[in-house]
Nanobody, 124 residues
């Protein structure tokens, strides 16, 4: 299984980025997909999740209204559109795959497969 996240970069406050995560080696449409992030010196934290069917989405309070998660099962890809970026959004962003439907979707330990991360820096 391989999850490849890309699309990070340097952006000014108020700007936007779209992250992508391409999956291979798994039946993508059967997995719930999540995005997490880890800032320097901090623990990895939940950002967003999209379930596999009739897609239901979840967001951390800190990104609600600014970030949008989506998926294209035909392309085995999950996206994270990030708007109105703030310096506190600076982190390494990881995509992850969870084979199980669950209520505690924000726990790092519930995700089976992880991508390598892509760096997002929000700075003027």
């Amino acid at each position: 299984v391989l999850l490849q996240a890309f699309g990070g970069g340097l952006v000014q406050p108020g700007g936007c980025l779209r992250l992508s995560c391409a999956a291979s080696g798994l039946t993508f449409s059967s997995y719930h997909m999540g995005w997490f992030r880890q800032a320097p010196g901090k623990e990895r934290e939940f950002v967003s999740r999209i379930n596999w069917a009739a897609p239901r989405t979840y967001y951390a309070d800190s990104v609600k209204g600014r970030f949008t998660i989506s998926r294209d099962n035909a392309k085995n890809t999950v996206y994270l559109q990030m708007n109105s970026l703030k310096p506190e959004d600076t982190a390494v962003y990881y995509c992850a795959a969870d084979p199980n439907y669950r209520s505690d979707y924000n726990r790092v330990t519930n995700y089976l497969y992880w991508g390598q991360g892509t760096v997002v820096t929000v700075s003027s």
